[in-house]
């Protein structure tokens, strides 16, 4: 079986550059993420041109927070859990950014940085 893992995570290069996002899936997501970045179709072009001229070696993936869905929908209601769960992952998205330079950061969205 297949366990998923939600929560918010960041992708970093060598040079200080990361791209920070969240995901109900974060190895899915990775995996997404790559695949893109492979392809030479991510949506974010820094991050993309700063993949494909580098190696694969100087590239770390960090979970930052975990959250739990069924601990989530137990306290808070199993209606429309799903995208209520969503919506709380990206609030906690938007102030783990607030904690990050928009200097160094590749998302396509900067607006959350500090």
């Known amino acids: 079986f297949k ?64 959250h739990s869905f069924t601990k989530w929908k137990k306290e808070n209601g199993t209606k429309d859990a799903t995208k209520l769960f969503r919506r709380h992952l990206l609030s906690r998205e938007k102030v783990v950014m607030s904690n990050y330079s928009v200097e160094y950061a590749l998302n396509k969205d900067v607006k959350h940085f500090s």
């Open 3 to 66: 366990v998923k893992l939600s929560g918010i995570y960041m992708i970093k290069h060598l040079s200080g550059f990361y791209y920070i996002g969240m995901s109900n899936d974060i190895f899915s997501r990775w995996s997404s993420h790559y695949s893109s970045m492979k392809t030479g179709s991510h949506s974010s072009t820094k991050f993309q041109f700063l993949f494909l001229g580098s190696d694969i070696t100087e590239w770390s993936f960090t979970i930052l927070e975990t």
